[in-house]
């Protein structure tokens, strides 16, 4: 499946290879895994049975220790899965970094970090109103490019973006963009001189034991920023350790928590200026659906207070601050929905 995905994008690829595995989460007592146990296999097994309806591997953390661990037969704990848009949540990170060391602010305006070689001659009125905030919470109402950018049907996927016509006020309402990522991800190199994933690299991959992962690059050697980030079961869990614990790691605080207050608040609604009858957007709420709980800094916000990186076909991390845990899964489904639900069906109570 991966060659595949390579062979798709037809681009450069960011490999960071290491002879050691990556350091393991600290496991539950015998006890505590089997309390677990049912209700993983539940979800594993019995919630998404047929051939649409796969799961590769799922783990789960509650107080800070893995208390239920499984992975489908042909894949590996130390196995490098797809991410899709779980990759944006490590962008947002990326902006999170830049700003604790000054080098941006969220509040910046986007054509303030580009030249004139990279804006176009006659800029879109709404370009100038664009800043990292809006890209960050799906609000620039940019076109999105990914589709062409993933097809290799655009050359230079600044230019394109930059270049396009905005159909909508920055900030007026949500709309999900992945080329918004991308974006991000040109200005992250721009400020701290690196590629976005050696800047994590050094500021949260290395401190958090995550030795083992790829990227895909742009034809300008940009990481795509929101796509094409490869990790394990294991990494990816580690992350949302991370975003659970607001960036403190070991007793460090490596990003602020002051962060993660805003990079996990609901700063849009999903339905803003799309629909506006009161008693239907309490409707929609009271619904609890997965979809309508607002959108944070390149991540999900959910019921019950949870937030969650979401990848295309079911990749996900779920964090639950109030539970103190975190659910990690790796899939491919047809009906994400279903997956979400088996979570707070089987998992949930037990946290």
Same mark, same amino acid.
């Given at each position: 499946?991966?060659? &595949?995905?390579?062979?798709?994008?037809?681009?450069?690829?960011?490999?960071?290879?290491?002879?050691?595995?990556?350091?393991?989460?600290?496991?539950?007592?015998?006890?505590?895994?089997?309390?677990?146990?049912?209700?993983?296999?539940? %979800?594993?097994?019995?919630?998404?049975?047929?051939?649409?309806?796969?799961?590769?591997?799922?783990?789960?953390?509650?107080?800070? $220790?893995?208390?239920?661990?499984?992975?489908?037969?042909?894949?590996?704990?130390?196995?490098?899965?797809?991410?899709?848009? %779980?990759?944006?949540?490590?962008?947002?990170?990326?902006?999170?970094?830049?700003?604790?060391?000054?080098?941006?602010?969220?509040?910046?305006?986007?054509?303030?970090? +580009?030249?004139?070689?990279?804006?176009?001659?006659?800029?879109?009125?709404?370009?100038?109103?664009?800043?990292?905030?809006?890209?960050?919470?799906?609000?620039?109402?940019?076109?999105?490019?990914?589709?062409?950018?993933?097809?290799?049907?655009?050359?230079?996927?600044?230019?394109?973006?930059?270049?396009?016509?905005?159909?909508?006020?920055?900030?007026?309402? +949500?709309?999900? *963009?992945?080329?918004?990522?991308?974006?991000?991800?040109?200005?992250?190199?721009?400020?701290?001189?690196?590629?976005?994933?050696?800047?994590?690299?050094?500021?949260?991959?290395?401190?958090?034991?995550?030795?083992?992962?790829?990227?895909?690059?742009?034809?300008?050697?940009?990481?795509?920023?929101?796509?094409?980030?490869?990790?394990?079961?294991?990494?990816?869990? $580690?992350?949302?350790?991370? %975003?659970?614990? $607001?960036?403190?790691?070991?007793?460090?605080?490596?990003?602020?928590?002051?962060?993660?207050?805003?990079?996990?608040?609901?700063?849009?609604?999903?339905?803003?200026?799309?629909?506006?009858?009161?008693?239907?957007?309490?409707?929609?709420?009271?619904?609890?659906?997965?979809?309508?709980?607002?959108?944070?800094?390149?991540?999900?916000?959910?019921?019950?207070?949870?937030?969650?990186?979401?990848?295309?076909?079911?990749?996900?991390?779920?964090?639950?601050?109030?539970? *103190?845990?975190?659910?990690?899964?790796?899939?491919?489904?047809?009906?994400?929905?279903?997956?979400?639900?088996? &979570?707070?069906? *089987?998992?949930?109570?037990?946290?």
């Amino acid at each position: 499946m991966k060659s &595949i995905l390579i062979s798709l994008f037809s681009l450069t690829i960011l490999l960071i290879s290491c002879s050691n595995p990556d350091s393991s989460l600290p496991r539950a007592d015998q006890a505590e895994r089997d309390r677990f146990q049912a209700a993983g296999d539940k %979800v594993f097994t019995d919630v998404l049975t047929g051939p649409d309806n796969v799961v590769n591997s799922l783990m789960i953390i509650d107080d800070g $220790k893995v208390v239920y661990e499984k992975y489908d037969i042909g894949y590996s704990p130390d196995q490098l899965q797809v991410m899709w848009s %779980v990759s944006k949540t490590f962008t947002a990170t990326a902006v999170g970094f830049a700003e604790q060391d000054g080098l941006l602010k969220t509040s910046d305006r986007v054509v303030d970090y +580009f030249d004139a070689a990279d804006l176009p001659a006659e800029p879109h009125p709404y370009l100038s109103e664009l800043t990292l905030h809006d890209l960050l919470i799906m609000s620039s109402g940019l076109p999105d490019l990914a589709y062409g950018a993933i097809q290799g049907q655009i050359e230079d996927w600044t230019k394109a973006t930059l270049a396009s016509d905005i159909h909508f006020k920055p900030g007026d309402r +949500f709309e999900y *963009n992945s080329i918004n990522g991308y974006i991000l991800s040109v200005i992250v190199s721009k400020v701290t001189g690196m590629k976005m994933a050696d800047y994590l690299n050094e500021k949260m991959f290395l401190p958090l034991g995550i030795e083992n992962y790829q990227w895909l690059e742009s034809p300008q050697g940009c990481n795509a920023g929101g796509w094409g980030l490869y990790l394990s079961t294991e990494s990816l869990a $580690k992350a949302g350790l991370f %975003v659970l614990q $607001k960036g403190k790691w070991n007793g460090k605080q490596l990003l602020s928590e002051e962060w993660w207050v805003k990079a996990t608040y609901p700063h849009i609604p999903q339905y803003k200026n799309v629909i506006t009858d009161p008693i239907e957007i309490e409707n929609l709420i009271r619904s609890r659906d997965q979809w309508s709980q607002g959108y944070a800094y390149q991540m999900w916000n959910c019921p019950d207070g949870a937030v969650r990186m979401h990848g295309a076909n079911g990749q996900l991390c779920v964090i639950f601050p109030e539970q *103190n845990a975190v659910v990690t899964l790796t899939s491919h489904v047809s009906n994400e929905k279903k997956l979400l639900d088996a &979570i707070w069906e *089987n998992i949930y109570p037990l946290l």
